[in-house]
């Protein structure tokens, strides 16, 4: 049976599901088909009606598939390997599944290792891929613009597609959320805590309003905007996670965050005309993997989430893995008297819990990182 006679007989998302029950069955292993490939969902460089429904469909979880072979191997039948549909024809986006196990790629200052995946090397060590090009020279610039805290950049490679109204409408009105199905949009619209007790803190943009200052009506459309704004972002980002160079989705929920780019702690909304910006302005909105949110969360700037991780992966590749610290607990980071840490604190703070410099030759090398974080930092900010 050809790959255009499957295609045919099967329509696109049956086909993809058999190509992933073969592999499975030729390895071994229930890989395939556990994550879904942002270019593949969303292929094109802009969302719109000719092309939403199709992405909604690739995006879809799919009941599973088997083959039946014959004696001579060829595959006889294909059974399963549909799209799940909710009742209004789309897909709960619950149900899409997310990188897991050794397809889970993390950069987190405790587990990342570049020895393990090439983009990694990339985005920690730019300066060793001056001519990449392709998924590593995106993974160098990834890198480069956290080391210079170049947000503009940051924000533009991970705009990756741009959504037309029409396009975010019909995704919107498709694809539910919750075992309520509720719509998308409305499930995403309280990210980064606003409903909670940040509402007391986040100034609506442009204004001197906090959240929970509005009637119950203006907070309603407040959220409904912002809902919608939440899946444009998601969408502009392929539903990649912003803060790494992996290719995978991120169903938005656990697996994906929203997250504020630059803290709220050093916005206009909390430290008046000396702050940045409002720190609820949609360009500051992103979505990130629930291992690279820990970093963010820590009120890191891009640089200091760099640093930490190139530090971290250096210690672990002298041997002090074992020692790496393990991140903080939701609890633990929810916590409102949890000490926050500048740059030069956490970088101290890391180095001395992983080296435990106890003998002259842990302590030189614990020196030694100390010297080549200060030079890092005076060169990077000049």
């Known amino acids: 049976m050809s790959r255009i006679s499957l295609a045919r007989q099967l329509g696109g998302d049956r086909l993809e599901a058999a190509a992933d029950a073969l592999l499975n069955d030729i390895t071994g292993s229930k890989r395939y088909g556990g994550t879904r490939e942002a270019d593949y969902v969303f292929p094109d460089d802009q969302l719109d009606l000719s092309n939403v429904d199709e992405a909604i469909t690739r995006l879809g979880a799919r009941t599973p598939a088997k083959l039946t072979y014959s004696s001579d191997g060829k595959i006889t039948d294909i059974q399963g390997g549909n799209v799940i549909r909710n009742k209004k024809g789309g897909i ?27 983009l990694v ?112 972002q998601w969408l502009q980002q392929k539903g990649r996670s912003m803060g790494t160079a992996q290719t995978q989705i991120f169903p938005p929920g656990k697996p994906s965050h929203m997250d504020h780019i630059q803290a709220l702690s050093s916005s206009i909304d909390a430290k008046g005309k000396e702050g940045w910006g409002y720190s609820d302005d949609p360009t500051n909105f992103s979505y990130l993997d629930q291992d690279y949110n820990v970093n963010t969360k820590l009120n890191y700037d891009l640089q ?45 703070d890391l180095i001395v819990r992983t080296v435990r410099p106890n003998n002259t030759e842990d302590l030189e090398y614990a020196l030694k990182l100390l010297r080549q974080a200060e030079a890092e930092q005076s060169s990077w900010s000049a």
Do not use: C, W
Not at 94 to 101: A, I, L, T, Y
Not at 207 to 214: A, K
């Open 121 to 232: 090397e990339a985005q920690l060590y730019p300066e060793r891929f001056e001519g990449a090009t392709g998924a590593l020279g995106e993974a160098r610039d990834m890198g480069l613009a956290h080391r210079y805290n170049d947000y503009e950049t940051y924000r533009g490679i991970n705009n990756r597609m741009s959504v037309t109204p029409e396009a975010l409408d019909r995704f919107g009105s498709l694809v539910t959320k919750g075992k309520a199905e509720a719509p998308i949009a409305k499930g995403m619209s309280g990210g980064g805590a606003i409903n909670g007790t940040r509402g007391d803190m986040v100034l609506i943009p442009g204004t001197d309003r906090v959240f929970h200052s509005l009637d119950k009506g203006e907070k309603a459309a407040y959220l409904s905007q912002r809902g919608d704004v939440f899946l444009n």
């Open 304 to 348: 200091t989430v760099h640093q930490l991780g190139r530090l971290a992966d250096t210690m672990r590749q002298s041997g002090y893995g074992a020692n790496l610290p393990p991140n903080l607990t939701d609890k633990q980071l929810s916590d409102p008297n949890r000490q926050r840490l500048t740059q030069q604190e956490a970088v101290k």
């Open 92 to 118: 709960n986006i619950d149900q899409v599944p997310s990188p897991r196990g050794r397809d889970y790629v993390k950069y987190s200052p405790s587990v990342v290792d570049s020895t393990k995946d090439p």
